[in-house]
T-cell receptor, first 117, second 113 residues
């Protein structure tokens, strides 16, 4: 089974709709991240969470919100979707510093392709 | 501001040949990490190789190696004996003590049979 899962894998929605993307992990990591990928722009950080009570904005948080329901779950919401939020969304996790040799490696989910019409 | 630049949007290589993907970065930090990630058509982000800035020796992983030039802030990826399965988007990424990643814009690699 995959260590980091995302649901749904693909979603088409309409402008103005509320949508939630979910991420779950079985790696036991405290740190979780949400990125969006756009052609020619690479991956950009939307929000990140270093533990359940520590949530921080990334470089492009406007129009998004998150919820860290548990160590293993981190959800991204678009309160009122707009077409320029059409993108590929990735969830990622990483371990705490000092927890093993590769604590700084990020492990990615399979991505969610979101289309806003 | 910390930035990562991949100046080659697309590269092509003949199967079994060698190709080098370039990456430059800008930072005032002295301690950081650099990564190359591969994204095949499946969309999955796969770590290819990592380099710790404090290590002078270039990292290698089988057919993948890096040329890390700290003074020049350059971190290129060399793929030897290219295979069809190497065709993918490749992202260079940079990380400092905040443990947030900064990604480049990617290089699409095509492998020609």
């Amino acid at each position: 089974d995959a260590d980091v899962t995302q649901t749904p894998r693909n979603r088409i929605t309409k402008t103005g709709k509320r949508i939630m993307l979910e991420c779950s992990q079985t790696k036991g990591h405290d740190r979780m991240y949400w990125y969006r990928q756009d052609p020619g722009l690479g991956l950009r950080l939307i929000y990140y969470s270093f533990d359940v009570k520590d949530i921080n904005k990334g470089e492009i948080s406007d129009g998004y919100s998150v919820s860290r329901q548990a160590q293993a779950k981190f959800s991204l919401s678009l309160e009122s979707a707009i077409p320029n939020q059409t993108a590929l969304y990735f969830c990622a996790t990483s371990d705490q510093p000092g927890q093993g040799l590769h604590y700084n490696e990020q492990f990615f989910g399979p991505g969610t392709r979101l289309t806003v019409l | 501001a910390q930035t990562v630049t991949q100046s080659q949007p697309e590269m092509s290589v003949q199967e079994a040949e060698t190709v080098t993907l370039s990456c430059t970065y800008d930072t005032s930090e002295s301690d950081y990490y650099l990564f190359w990630y591969k994204q095949p058509p499946s969309r999955q982000m796969i770590l290819v190789i990592r380099q710790e800035a404090y290590k002078q020796q270039n990292a290698t992983e089988n057919r993948f190696s890096v040329n890390f030039q700290k003074a020049a802030k350059s971190f290129s990826l060399k793929i030897s004996d290219s295979q069809l399965g190497d065709a993918a988007m490749y992202f260079c990424a940079f990380q400092t003590g905040t443990y947030k990643y900064i990604f480049g814009t990617g290089t699409r690699l095509k492998v020609l049979a």
